[in-house]
């Protein structure tokens, strides 16, 4: 039997009660972390497993979490059952902000985490413990902010504080709540994965920009009045790129080419972010 491998990391579970959303950040010395690592589901709780990591922690840990289980039963319940656990890691918050972490006595070194309202940080074959303490100052520090943005902040600090001591190869965000992701048809608010680069976290950063870009949301009254002057620009700019006719017809074909179609809603108002897009096409 092959041996399994370590996705030796350093992870952050977290949520923001407030938004409702819960979600989960990861980098790691190992290809496609976001394959293993990071578990959640809205109203529910968030997961990381990780170290000699149980995969079934992921799936097995939430639906303790939909019974009502505090995160520190969570974590008890998995760990107590699991053989491997000596060799296992575990972060957990649950549906209420509660956390709980877990570090196996084998966990290579430097291995442990913290807890604290509303996140579980933990990382194992890390240079030192700043790793861990920057997760939790970062999160702490940036309470207001969305999650995820708060989340790649706690990202860029632990890796700033040493990371994880084998070098630099995957990262992945996941943050989650119900009904605000793809055309409210969908619980996954954020799902990016880099599976195998030199600087992970960075290009995280920079797909994030992406997401925020395309499906970010703008508050519906800071969208612009399409005036007869706007209405005559957007008209006169979308001909220029080949979109004639209609207004309407031809800003949407234009939005779904380059994927703002979650952006427009009709044409007497429109959102600041498309307006620029095109502006700078």
Same mark, same amino acid.
């Given at each position: 039997?092959?041996?399994?491998p ?25 290809l ?11 109203g ?7 170290a ?7 799936? @097995? !840990?939430?639906?303790l979490?939909?019974?009502?289980? #505090? %995160?520190s039963? $969570? &974590?008890? =319940? ?29 966990c ?8 604290g309202p ?42 700033? @504080? !040493? ?7 995957? #990262? %992945?965000?996941? $943050? &989650?709540? =119900? ?49 007869d002057a ?10 220029r ?14 939005a ?22 095109? =502006?700078?096409r």
């Amino acid at each position: 039997m092959a041996e399994q491998p370590i996705v030796a990391t350093y992870s952050i579970a977290a949520c923001d009660l407030d938004a409702g959303q819960w979600g989960v950040a990861t980098q790691s010395k190992f290809l496609a972390v976001g394959s293993v690592v990071p578990w959640a589901e809205p109203g529910v709780g968030a997961i990381a497993t990780q170290a000699y990591a149980n995969p079934r922690y992921g799936p @097995a !840990g939430l639906a303790l979490l939909r019974e009502g289980l #505090a %995160a520190s039963e $969570v &974590v008890a =319940r998995l760990t107590e059952a699991d053989d491997g656990r000596d060799e296992r890691q575990l972060g957990v918050v649950d549906a209420t902000g509660g956390s709980a972490t877990y570090t196996g006595a084998a966990c290579m070194d430097w291995a442990g985490g913290l807890t604290g309202p509303e996140f579980a940080a933990q990382g194992n074959i890390l240079v030192g413990e700043e790793t861990v303490g920057a997760l939790a100052r970062t999160f702490t520090a940036t309470g207001g902010r969305p999650l995820a943005e708060r989340l790649l902040e706690c990202l860029a600090a632990a890796q700033a @504080a !040493g990371g994880d001591r084998r070098g630099q190869q995957s #990262a %992945a965000l996941l $943050v &989650v709540e =119900r009904d605000e992701g793809y055309a409210g048809l969908s619980d996954v608010l954020v799902d990016l994965r880099v599976d195998d680069h030199a600087q992970p976290v960075s290009e995280l950063v920079r797909l994030h920009d992406i997401h925020a870009l395309l499906f970010g949301k703008t508050p519906r009254a800071e969208w612009l009045e399409v005036d007869d002057a706007l209405r005559a620009e957007l008209e006169e700019r979308l001909r220029r790129l080949g979109y004639d006719g209609e207004l309407a017809a031809a800003l949407a074909a234009w939005a779904g080419t380059e994927n703002l179609e979650e952006r427009v809603a009709g044409i007497e108002r429109v959102d600041p972010v498309v307006l620029a897009e095109l =502006r700078a096409r």
